[in-house]
Nanobody, 124 residues
């Protein structure tokens, strides 16, 4: 069992940057695959990025590749999402998620633990 709390969301102008953080409590954080998902109004939740427990493997949605960077600090039990070159289409509630061994790092249905979400709004 792990509890996840996201922070760092807010209002930013197009072209700007934000860094989201997800602080985890629980004894097994370093063994978890960590993912970021987002949900825009009226849309389904979608995959954004994921990282393996070692940090050696990262995965990105095509829509954010080259703009977003996921990283983790196991000593701090924290995963980050650096978001650059933001545009209004990135506006959504961003969730971090964790699982010991998801069948697919890209599928929200395969993650057992979720944070409450943090709002990111990008203005034009």
């Amino acid at each position: 069992q792990v509890q996840l709390v996201e922070s760092g969301g807010g209002l930013v102008q197009a072209g700007g940057s934000l860094r989201l953080s997800c602080a985890a409590s629980g004894r097994a954080f370093s063994t978890y695959i960590m993912g970021w998902f987002r949900q825009a109004p009226g849309k389904e939740r979608e995959f954004v990025a994921a990282i393996t427990w070692t940090g050696g493997g990262t995965y990105y949605a095509d829509s954010v590749k080259g703009r977003f960077t996921i990283s983790r600090d196991n000593a701090k039990s924290t995963v980050y999402l650096q978001m650059n070159s933001l545009n209004p289409e990135d506006t959504a509630v961003y969730f971090c998620a964790a699982d010991s061994a998801p069948a697919s790092v890209f599928s929200d249905n395969d993650y057992d633990h979720w944070g409450q979400g943090t709002q990111v709004t990008v203005s034009s």
